[in-house]
């Protein structure tokens, strides 16, 4: 999601505009390469042989969000959230995050926010589900089932990040699948780190093209090993990210647990780059399932 809210809004302005860069001149899912420098690729993916279930989430019970598994990220609502974007994070609210039909649904809508005491002046509301505090993994192959909205100002992401402990982007961050509307079909899989990460124009992603994102569902997927982080869509990856064994800490922070997000930003640098249109909302993330597996021990 090009970064956590303690980086500052200065390194938010200039990560947000390099990732727009890096998308218009990227790399395309046909190309073949190898290590942290050329992560576009075109292979065979899915649940690796000999990895186990360990959790999920099948959406099985109406109404909102199992608490034993989601939690709700608010903290930035008064002051605003990184890269200039425009929603209010609701908290256990329906309007804005329920299963309904055996389907997680994550819904941003255009309203007023000022009945909420952590306002702060939006006009949009949405939900960012995280696994933070309940369910956090290092390595594994990670499945998320998602129909995504579409719509110029919309900007849906499944993500995963490190350690509270450690500042962005010395934690590590992974974007399993980000869409912006304003060019709808086109997933992005990206890896941040303090030594590959937008302020620094090291950037690694790459992109893939669904046509049919914004209606039918697809399978997003991650597998994380002790040496390699790939991102793919319907069992064929198009983004790797090698570790980079020089590199220390700095190159790879991915020794540690990473818990999941899930949300639809409002505009912002990157999600607004061509303005927000207020007629499309409401938009749904709609989710089918998550699923983490790991190698069975």
């Known amino acids: 999601m090009r970064g956590e809210a303690v980086a500052s809004a200065s390194e938010r302005l200039r990560l947000t505009a390099g990732l727009f860069a890096l998308a218009l001149a990227g790399a395309t899912a046909n190309a073949f390469g190898a290590g942290p420098g050329d992560p576009a690729i075109d292979e065979v993916g899915g649940v690796p042989a000999g990895y186990r279930l360990v959790w999920s989430d099948e959406f099985a019970a109406e109404g909102l969000p199992d608490p034993k598994r989601w939690a709700y990220e608010v903290s930035s609502n008064r002051r605003g959230w990184a890269n200039e974007e425009l929603q209010y994070y609701s908290k256990a609210r329906r309007e804005n995050s329920r299963v309904e039909n055996g389907v997680l649904i994550?819904?941003?809508?255009?309203?007023?926010?000022?009945?909420?005491?952590?306002?702060?002046?939006?006009?949009?509301?949405?939900?960012?589900?995280?696994?933070?505090?309940?369910?956090?993994?290092?390595?594994?192959?990670?499945?998320?089932?998602?129909?995504?909205?579409?719509?110029?100002?919309?900007?849906?992401?499944?993500?995963?990040?490190?350690?509270?402990?450690?500042?962005?982007?010395?934690?590590?961050?992974?974007?399993?699948?980000?869409?912006?509307?304003?060019?709808?079909?086109?997933?992005?899989?990206?890896?941040?780190?303090?030594?590959?990460?937008?302020?620094?124009?090291?950037?690694?992603?790459?992109?893939?093209?669904?046509?049919?994102?914004?209606?039918?569902?697809?399978?997003?997927?991650?597998?994380?090993?002790?040496?390699?982080?790939?991102?793919?869509?319907?069992?064929?990856?198009?983004?790797?990210?090698?570790?980079?064994?020089?590199?220390?800490?700095?190159?790879?922070?991915?020794?540690?647990?990473?818990?999941?997000?899930?949300?639809i930003a409002v505009g912002g640098n990157w999600g607004g780059q061509h303005g927000v249109d207020d007629s499309i909302f409401p938009v749904r993330l709609a989710i089918d399932y998550v699923r983490v597996y790991q190698l069975a021990r």
């Open 106 to 263: 994550i819904e941003a809508r255009r309203e007023s926010t000022r009945a909420f005491s952590d306002s702060g002046g939006q006009g949009y509301t949405s939900a960012r589900l995280v696994t933070r505090g309940l369910g956090a993994w290092t390595q594994g192959f990670f499945e998320i089932r998602a129909r995504l909205p579409c719509g110029r100002g919309s900007w849906p992401a499944i993500w995963t990040l490190g350690p509270d402990a450690q500042p962005w982007p010395d934690r590590g961050e992974i974007d399993i699948m980000e869409h912006v509307g304003f060019d709808p079909g086109v997933v992005h899989g990206t890896v941040h780190t303090k030594s590959f990460n937008h302020v620094i124009n090291t950037q690694r992603s790459a992109q893939a093209s669904i046509p049919d994102a914004c209606t039918a569902f697809h399978r997003y997927q991650m597998t994380w090993t002790e040496e390699r982080i790939t991102i793919g869509r319907d069992d064929r990856n198009y983004f790797q990210f090698q570790r980079d064994a020089s590199g220390g800490h700095d190159a790879w922070p991915f020794d540690a647990p990473q818990f999941l997000i899930l949300n």
